[in-house]
């Protein structure tokens, strides 16, 4: 399982665009990158997935330059709503056991 | 996406009691569930791996004797916390997935137990 490393935390401020990276050296040629959200006292909701280059959803978009060692998550236009941690994680999520990193905790003001 | 469901959300037990947490997922069969446990403000550490019909593999460092888990079907993981005391009063979280190579990428979480032992 590929290790991970994000920023402890980070501010930001309604409607504006948060990028939160992840460093992942060691990604295996099967592995995916997901990306989780959490609440307090609430299970990890899932966000977006990728494999390569970009992806976009309704709530996020993901970017994965060529050499896939890092991944960065892309908020658009924060709300308070968005204050929440956020984990990244490398592999076949599915069925392999999940090593979670320290998160970022993201903080939005108004 | 799938749906895994947790029973009870809270539960407050006296010490010494024992304390049964049920992992459901609603719309698919799981042959896997994982389970793990989270203190205030910290990430999610992984306790064991339930497989259906066969012994859960516990991470090292979590007793087997105290956190039992059973999965007896493809729906269902059950942990159970055995002569509960303080210091287990955590969230507890479980996650599942779909059976098939096309499902392996993604995990579905429960929404959570907080157990407080008293």
């Known amino acids: 399982l590929a290790k991970t490393t994000q920023p402890i935390s980070m501010d930001s401020y309604e409607g504006q665009e948060v990028n939160i990276t992840c460093s992942h050296n060691n990604i295996a040629t099967n592995d995916y990158i997901t990306w989780y959200q959490q609440f307090p006292s609430q299970g990890p909701r899932f966000i977006i997935q990728?494999?390569?280059t970009k992806v976009t959803n309704e709530v996020a978009s993901l970017f994965i330059p060529a050499d896939r060692k890092s991944s960065t998550l892309s908020l658009p236009r924060v709300s308070l709503s968005d204050t929440a941690v956020y984990y990244c994680l490398v592999g076949r999520t599915g069925f392999q056991k999940l090593v979670f990193g320290t998160g970022t905790r993201l903080l939005v003001s108004p | 996406g799938a749906v895994v469901s947790q029973h009870p959300s809270r539960v407050i037990c006296k010490s010494g009691t024992s304390v049964k947490i049920e992992c459901r997922s609603l719309?698919?069969?799981?042959?896997?569930m994982f389970w793990y446990r989270q203190f205030p403000k910290k990430s999610l550490m992984l306790m064991a791996t339930?497989?259906?019909?066969?012994?859960?593999?516990?991470e090292q460092g979590v007793e087997k004797d105290k956190f039992l888990i059973n999965h007896a079907s493809l729906t269902l993981s059950t942990l159970t916390v055995t002569s509960a005391h303080p210091e287990d009063s955590s969230f507890y979280i479980c996650?599942?997935?779909?059976?098939?190579?096309?499902?392996?990428?993604?995990?579905?979480f429960g929404q959570g137990t907080r157990l407080t032992v008293v």
């Open positions: 719309d698919f069969q799981a042959t896997t």
């Open positions: 339930s497989n259906e019909g066969s012994k859960a593999t516990y």
């Open positions: 996650s599942a997935s779909q059976q098939g190579e096309a499902y392996d990428t993604e995990a579905f």
């Open positions: 990728g494999y390569k």
